[in-house]
């Protein structure tokens, strides 16, 4: 199999400021792969290993992808071979031009059986790019993963198990397809100091929009965020009821009706 795990820089949530007017502040946020891709490049190796197989990471952004430190990180994590997409500018990317550029990347790739993303990214967790993604390659696609089987000797499909709001699903999925991982899939595993240094010798490719003659990607993108505020902080209030129980009943019932007003 021919697996591919899409991946995102994201900056670290705790190095993130809030500015006076609540714009959020990245300047001292340092870079890291997403929490919920971490767990898309483990559920690949899984399946790889079990299937058989190589494991490819897939990342699209900016000039943060560079970072040696960043990558070794994301490779020694499970994956066999790396590829970039990074242009000044990527990382503001929408979810339909991201997924754009992957399609785009991954049809440079040839015959791939899989492609695995997590449930959302770690900054905006809009849950739009694998179902973009799935339909710009013309692939099966299904979201809410939690559990593949890997496919029989030769077989192209693979089983699937979904859990819904009071029951959960299992599929049989054709391959190619477009699968979204949860997080409780797995838990990633923690790179020992060989898979770092083995990390720094596999194979990293690169490429940016023009590459693939989307220049226009940051210029004109398909959708523009209006603003990006942290929340307002409201100080609570409250009210302690004493009482017997049909007196603190009434008096409730007299607070709640008021604030409905």
Not at 203 to 220: I, M, R, W
Not at 221 to 241: H, M, N
Request: glycine residues 10%.
């Amino acid at each position: 199999m021919k697996i591919i795990a899409c991946c995102k820089a994201t900056p670290e949530e705790q190095d993130i400021l809030v500015n006076a007017d609540g714009s959020l502040n990245f300047d001292r946020a340092a870079w890291k792969m997403g929490s919920y891709d971490l767990n898309t490049v483990e559920a690949a190796r899984q399946l790889a290993d079990a299937a058989g197989g190589e494991v490819i990471g897939l990342s699209v952004g900016g000039e943060a992808l560079g970072a040696s430190k960043l990558r070794k990180d994301v490779i020694s994590r499970g994956l066999d071979s790396f590829a970039v997409v990074s242009s000044a500018g990527l990382e503001a990317l929408d979810t339909y031009s991201t997924a754009q550029l992957l399609a785009a990347a991954i049809q440079e790739q040839g015959d791939v059986d899989l492609v695995l993303c997590g449930a959302g990214s770690s900054d905006e967790y809009t849950q739009q790019v694998g179902n973009q993604l799935g339909a710009l390659l013309g692939f099966a696609t299904l979201n809410a993963v939690n559990k593949i089987t890997p496919p029989a000797d030769g077989a192209k499909a693979i089983t699937v198990e979904r859990v819904l709001e009071s029951e959960a699903q299992t599929i049989e999925v054709g391959l190619p397809a477009v699968l979204s991982l949860t997080s409780s899939i797995n838990t990633p595993r923690i790179a020992g100091m060989k898979d770092i240094l083995a990390a720094g010798k596999k194979e990293t490719t690169e490429s940016s929009a023009a590459t693939y003659g989307k220049e226009d990607a940051v210029s004109a993108p398909a959708t523009k965020a209006a603003s990006v505020l942290a929340p307002q902080q409201t100080a609570r209030g409250g009210e302690i009821l004493e009482g017997d129980t049909a007196e603190v009943c009434a008096r409730f019932v007299e607070l709640l009706s008021a604030k409905l007003r």
